[in-house]
């Protein structure tokens, strides 16, 4: 076969079939409804197999792109899931909420010419038929008596669970919520992540034999010192997540009716408010401050629970929205007004203690700030009203403290938790990474971070860091790398001198 | 390997079969009113780390809400919590008719929040009224093994709700009940009671109060002009309890603290109360309506 060059491949990006936005915001279905055979068949013809691929490095994670998508084109599904599960065990949660546009697609060759290969798609086809299917595929294991405490069971700490289970640790994960999953669970919506997808690729990390215990808030129950010296840990992971969510300091912030868009999220998508118990207390008329992924999830659930107008309020523009272009368009779809370059000042009382609205004043970009995007600076005498029942403040999270209360490890002067660039903290042993490093990021990053950090783990408790070997490979067990068996994960320590 | 040492006495219990918690077990339950019940849970590691001042979060099943509930007892050798609950809204109501000793509760995460400060005042003031008087109780006992000299006020509408008056003559040196009615103790409010331990005592240097925002406003007020360090535990409206939603978030005068991971424990004169009544009256309207829904179908099902 004549190698694939960009004039022979096919030249449009193969659209994603969608729900209409009309009907979507009626409804708590996916939006993007995801390929089909054919979608997928055509979209893996668009990858050049690059003998160096640009989209590898991209990846957090490091999945093997052209790997898997040769698998796809190949039709076996199977084998294309097997190749991204070496390294990324969620690939339908993945495929659905990473940042492609940034990472692998963002380096994609082709999107130099053309619109970039949709990997996205692809993984989350990929990962959608193993759901489908039920695949399982328990990699070959020997448990080699390492015990290894994860803090958190979002994104990083799953990751984090999943290389160091494939390593044979024996690894338990403690979620304080009753549900595990961290942000996929409380903090993204039902139409872009749904819950059986989470249960699913939850699933998986049981089949790992990671023990997940909920209801267990690390730090109170017990202290990460705790976990070492009286749990009998020999490592442990913090992933801990989002803290307190960020307000203005503006009058009017302790009114009923204002609230953060992590608390909104987790009212309706962990405790499934107002369908259970948990109450919500949505407005008509909701205002979202922000304009990051969160943002748009917090305005597109409230149009989904019977709000009629829902604005965005940001400093800035579209240009230096942090969102998403895709989740922007999907927002303005179903009828989110953005009001750019506006930033609150006041919210307006009712009298009785309810939000009755907000004042706003209009913002022009000045001078780039420390961060490269121009600095919003107010226009005086702009200030303009508008009614509103429900304020929701999107603008960012600050460290979650518990850790920090519990544990004499070190906290960087804005509180979160200090590490270096292999994840380890100050705590011999003791690796972290996800929101509680870094500050709020995204799903993949934390993934990253969580797999960095059990790379310095295997380092640091002296176990040989290789690739997995699944039973179904059984016949390559023999197969030996420098003399030794490629399940042999303790390093064969040598002695010199 | 795997560190087993004779420290490792608290084994984490393993829920079979995935993550599905098997939840927690009440051990025993006692009515103290037609309101107000106790229930003692099953739970050693809790009962090991939990400290005075420091609450959970309850879910009684799985499409039920997540409740905060101070912890009022717990007991290192038994391995048990106690919480004391007052029936107000759905939640707890359905608590009162489903929970009984043997049944589970599906969660229940903590202990939570900073464990209250047991100061080394000589002379300190405990008071508790409805719904704060269990609570107030683990810290009259930690002040009074910490070697203070420990007054007991409480607050009850009338004789028939008083309870735990043995536990509390236990620990403390002086003790106060105060009836709207007079029926049992004296008749006044709590600020009476702290008032009479004031003219007795000039030199007493913390009170800690617990109980309806009302009631700590006004113990507040009442310490005030005395310039007597003054506690007050906080329960506003959350949903995680540890440190994500901001549910929980209470002025003071010194700015925005979240009651959940910075408290519950605030300084009484700090705390902009009116607010923290405004907010707590934040579900109101859904809160009725899900009382007045739930005993509709209770109605139904006889």
Redesign the interface.
């Known amino acids: 076969m004549a190698r694939k060059t960009i004039r022979t491949i096919p030249q449009e990006r193969t659209p994603i079939p969608t729900q209409e936005p009309d009907v979507r915001v009626q409804n708590f279905e996916e939006v993007a409804i995801g390929y089909g055979l054919e979608h997928a068949l055509i979209e893996s013809e668009r990858c050049l197999m690059c003998p160096a691929p640009a989209c590898v490095p991209a990846c957090p994670v490091n999945i093997d792109i052209p790997g898997f998508i040769q698998k796809v084109i190949d039709k076996d599904f199977r084998g294309a899931w097997e190749v991204i599960g070496d390294t990324n065990l969620m690939p339908a949660v993945c495929g659905r909420v990473c940042p492609q546009e940034d990472q692998c697609e963002g380096a994609c060759v082709v999107g130099e010419s053309l619109a970039p290969v949709a990997i996205g798609r692809l993984e989350r086809y990929v990962g959608d038929q193993a759901i489908k299917e039920g695949w399982t595929n328990k990699p070959w294991i020997e448990p080699?008596?390492?015990?290894i405490g994860i803090v958190g069971s979002g994104p990083a700490g799953i990751a984090c669970a999943a290389d160091m289970a494939k390593a044979g640790c024996?690894v338990?994960i403690f979620?304080?919520?009753?549900?595990?999953g961290g942000v996929l669970r409380?903090g993204i919506p039902e139409f872009r992540l749904p819950e059986p997808v989470i249960d699913a690729e939850?699933?998986n990390l049981?089949n790992l034999g990671v023990?997940?215990?909920?209801?267990?808030?690390v730090g109170?129950?017990?202290t990460i010192e705790q976990m070492i010296?009286?749990?009998?840990?020999?490592a442990v992971f913090i992933g801990t997540?989002?803290?307190?969510?960020r307000?203005m300091?503006i009058p009017g912030?302790?009114?009923?009716g204002v609230?953060?868009a992590?608390?909104l999220l987790?009212?309706c998508n962990l405790?499934?408010a107002?369908h259970?118990?948990?109450?919500?207390?949505l407005g008509k008329r909701v205002a979202v401050i922000g304009s990051g992924n969160t943002a748009m999830d917090a305005m597109r659930v409230s149009l989904r629970l019977g709000a009629e107008k829902v604005y965005c309020i940001y400093r800035r523009t579209i240009e230096e929205s942090p969102a998403r272009n895709e989740e922007i368009e999907h927002a303005e779809e179903e009828g989110v007004e953005f009001h750019w370059l506006s930033t609150p000042v006041e919210i307006l009382d009712d009298g009785e203690?309810n939000v009755r609205g907000m004042r706003c004043i209009r913002m022009e970009l000045g001078e780039p700030d420390s961060s490269g995007r121009r600095r919003p600076v107010p226009v005086e005498g702009s200030d303009f009203e508008f009614e509103a029942d429900t304020i929701v403040?999107a603008i960012g999270?600050s460290a979650?403290?518990?850790i920090g209360?519990t544990s004499k490890i070190k906290l960087n002067k804005w509180g979160f938790i200090e590490t270096d660039e292999k994840m380890a903290t100050s705590l011999a042993g003791v690796y972290a990474g996800g929101d509680i490093v870094t500050g709020g990021a995204t799903v993949i990053l934390a993934m990253g971070a969580g797999r960095t950090a059990a790379r310095s783990m295997k380092e640091f408790l002296g176990i040989r860091d290789n690739s997995v070997v699944y039973e179904n490979q059984r016949d390559n067990l023999d197969s030996t790398l420098f003399g030794i068996p490629k399940t042999e994960r303790n390093f064969v320590r040598l002695r010199t001198g | 390997m795997s560190g087993t040492t004779q420290k490792e006495v608290h084994t984490i219990q393993q829920p079979a079969g995935g993550y599905r918690s098997s939840g927690i077990e009440i051990v025993r339950r006692e009515d103290f009113s037609d309101v107000t019940y106790l229930l003692e849970l099953d739970h050693p590691m809790m009962a090991r780390a939990a400290r005075p001042g420091q609450f959970v979060i309850v879910m009684s099943h799985e499409d039920g809400e997540r409740i905060p509930l101070t912890i009022a007892d717990f007991d290192r050798e038994k391995g048990t919590i106690t919480l004391v609950i007052q029936a107000v809204g759905k939640t707890t109501k359905e608590m009162q008719k489903d929970c009984q000793a043997g049944t589970r509760l599906i969660s229940v995460t903590g202990p939570m929040g900073e464990p209250s400060h047991i100061s080394n005042a000589g002379k300190v003031v405990c008071v508790g009224g409805g719904l704060g008087v269990a609570p107030v109780f683990p810290q009259a006992r930690a002040f009074k093994e910490a070697g203070a000299y420990v007054i007991g006020v409480v607050g009850f509408r009338d004789k028939s709700l008083v309870f735990w008056d043995d536990k509390f003559r236990e620990v403390c040196d002086e003790f106060i009940i105060c009836t709207d009615d007079g029926s049992a103790g004296i008749k006044g409010l709590v600020t009476d009671g702290i008032k009479m331990a004031i003219e007795k005592h000039p030199d007493i240097q913390e009170v800690v109060a617990i109980g309806p925002p009302v009631m700590m406003r006004a113990c507040a007020e009442t310490t005030r002009p005395h310039g007597i360090k003054t506690m007050v535990s906080l329960n506003p409206v959350m949903v995680d309890g540890t440190g994500m939603c901001g549910g929980c978030r209470v002025k003071l005068h010194d700015g925005m603290k979240f009651a959940c991971v910075d408290g519950p424990d605030f300084d009484g004169h700090q705390v902009d109360f009116e607010d923290l009544i405004n907010r707590l009256h934040r579900f109101s309207e859904e809160e009725k309506q899900a009382v007045e829904k739930w005993t509709e179908s209770c109605k139904a099902r006889l």
Do not use: W
Request: proline share 8%; net charge negative.
């Open positions: 080699i008596g390492f015990k024996d338990t979620e304080a919520f009753h549900k595990p409380y939850i699933n049981v023990k997940i215990e909920c209801s267990t808030l109170r129950l017990f010296e009286e749990l009998g840990f020999h997540g989002a803290g307190t969510p307000f300091d912030e302790y009114l009923n609230l953060s992590n608390e987790t009212r405790m499934q107002p259970h118990d948990t109450p919500l207390g203690g403040y999270t979650n403290p518990i209360q």
